[in-house]
């Protein structure tokens, strides 16, 4: 199995759902989180002081995936995330040992 | 008060219209108080909302009860050489009678010294936005107690008490330019010299946490304002009330647009801090000035006003003084403005007949007036309120620790956090499945001891 996690711009999360739930994927995680990459921040006004903000709102979205489906899947991903401009995030996989589904105990690619 | 030698046929009635409208007013102006602190609670940081919120919200308590005790006495009792009043009928509210009335008004006593306590309330409240994330809540509170005994009683009664120096040299205050705002303002300034900036002023973004907040304060102010404003003229038996009434939106809603306009200009953009503090640096400029301008002087009032404390707000970067949420930037600065353009503006057609340079003979003998009252109040207050904070920090310390200031006051001071939205923790759910502890024997109990989460 693989976890596949995707930092992108909060706005394209209804987009990256639909895609995924396209491809047949049953479940997924998002936590609100903030970071920054290339982009840097953005400049805020607040009674004359500019400040800059250096860590943008970004969502993070978690799936679990069988192997064979990891590669597509991250394009899959990357293409419904895209917008071509600066800060659109980062997708990246790692290996997962094992999963387990917590009411029934399933393991492995049963418990997806 | 003083048995009042007046003629039986010119007696002034008890008016039920002026004083339920009174009541109404007194109402109004409490509000402000909370509102301060939402406009000021939403500008800090999240770990220090509380703290913020409670330094307005104490003096609701702390100055009431003084206010009854012996702060009327001070502010509108007799007057001893222009400086103080006190009365033995005043102390303690006990020596007046229900029926009694505020002398020269319609309205009760005890209606003029609710309607008053208000502003009592509110005038020290609007320092602690200087003070934000830093201050030790036992010594504000403390400070609350001193400030309004030296500081605003004494002052009120020069702006406002018969006989008071300021009242008698025909100063022109008609709501508190003076008195609330440009003392407010003052004693901010006395005090954050005295204890210096936050840690990390100038260095770290501190951005307000919640705008909505701000502006949800700005707007109950506004509301409020009109009892502060209009009430001050204690009646309704001419038209000078409405003009007040009139003008307070007229110069609020110039100063908000001169604000945006400098903002978009200067800036690039139109922010709703930027409405809500123009919209509060044209109530302060309105204070003092509306009830003897024209609508049309409230338009100039209030946008210069807008115009200047949209410019005064950046001066505390270019000083290095941590004046934290403006309040010299809006109100000590407002309220100079309002107070001398009186000076200007005033028509001699609204609450008395001085005019100002503008107007009547175009003399300059207003703004002198004017500024013999700005100046006064503002030294007076600014002195007064910088030995009072090192009194304290001599004594009790002003400031929390360094760490504590960090971390956020609020946990240290109040042992609250403002904002749960987290949903973890918290399940009480029985678990069928859970092993059934053993009560009985030592080691559970102290297991049990471990776990309890709540004291109570």
Not at chain 1, 8 to 28: M, N, S, T, W, Y
Request: charged share 15%; proline share 4%.
């Amino acid at each position: 199995m693989k976890l596949i996690t995707a930092v992108v711009k909060p706005h394209r999360l209804d987009e990256i759902k639909e895609a995924l739930q396209a491809f047949g994927v049953h479940g997924l995680t998002v936590t609100e989180a903030s970071g920054y990459g290339r982009q840097r921040g953005h400049t805020e006004v607040y009674r004359g002081a500019e400040y800059t903000v250096d860590l943008v709102p970004k969502i993070r979205i978690e799936v679990l995936v069988e192997d064979d489906d990891a590669e597509q899947l991250i394009e899959v991903v990357v293409k419904a995330a895209r917008t071509g401009k600066i800060g659109d995030g980062k997708v990246w996989c790692v290996p997962v040992d094992t999963a387990v589904r917590v009411r029934t105990g399933e393991r492995g690619p049963d418990a997806l | 008060m003083p048995p009042g030698i007046t003629i039986a046929a010119d007696a002034p009635e008890l008016s039920a219209a002026n004083t339920g409208f009174m009541l109404i007013c007194s109402a109004l102006v409490m509000l402000m108080t909370p509102g301060l602190a939402f406009f000021y609670g939403g500008m800090v940081r999240v770990k220090s909302t509380l703290n913020m919120l409670m330094m307005s919200f104490i003096s609701l308590g702390i100055v009431t009860v003084l206010w009854v005790l012996y702060g009327f006495s001070v502010a509108f009792g007799t007057d001893h050489g222009g400086l103080l009043g006190w009365d033995g009928d005043h102390v303690g509210l006990s020596g007046l009678g229900v029926n009694q009335l505020w002398d020269g008004y319609t309205i009760p006593v005890y209606v003029f010294a609710v309607f008053q306590l208000m502003f009592a309330v509110i005038t020290p409240a609007l320092i602690s936005g200087a003070l934000a994330d830093r201050v030790k809540f036992t010594a504000w509170a403390l400070f609350v107690v001193l400030w309004a005994t030296v500081v605003y009683f004494p002052v009120a009664h020069w702006v406002w008490g018969a006989g008071g120096w300021a009242f008698e040299l025909g100063v022109i205050d008609f709501a508190g330019g003076t008195a609330v705002h440009i003392n407010a303002g003052a004693a901010a300034l006395g005090v954050i010299l005295v204890i210096g900036k936050r840690v990390g002023f100038k260095k770290d973004p501190m951005r307000p946490h919640s705008l909505p907040l701000v502006m949800l304060g700005a707007a109950l102010l506004w509301f409020g304002w009109f009892g502060f404003n209009a009430g001050s003229w204690l009646g309704n038996d001419d038209g000078v009330g409405a003009l007040m009434f009139l003008n307070t939106q007229v110069a609020t809603a110039a100063a908000m647009l001169a604000w945006l306009l400098y903002e978009k200009i200067r800036h690039g953009a139109c922010t709703t801090l930027g409405a809500a503090s123009g919209a509060v640096a044209g109530l302060v400029a309105i204070t003092p000035s509306g009830g003897s301008c024209s609508p049309l002087g409230a338009i100039a009032i209030g946008a210069i006003a807008g115009l200047l404390c949209a410019m005064a707000v950046g001066l505390k970067f270019r000083f290095g003084y941590d004046d934290s949420l403006d309040v010299i930037g809006v109100h000590l600065v407002g309220g100079v403005v309002g107070s001398v353009l009186v000076g200007f503006f005033a028509t001699g057609g609204g609450q008395s007949d001085a005019t100002g340079l503008f107007y009547g003979d175009h003399s300059l003998t207003q703004l002198w007036k004017q500024l013999a009252g700005v100046g006064a109040v503002l030294a007076y207050s600014l002195i007064a309120s910088a030995v009072l904070a090192l009194l304290i920090d001599k004594t009790l310390g002003m400031r929390v620790s360094e760490d504590v200031e960090v971390a956020g006051i609020d946990q240290a001071e109040h042992a609250e956090t403002a904002y749960d939205f987290s949903g973890a923790g918290g399940g009480t759910a029985p678990r069928a499945a859970a092993p059934a502890p053993a009560a009985d024997t030592p080691q559970a109990q102290a297991q049990a001891q471990r776990n309890k989460k709540v004291d109570a």
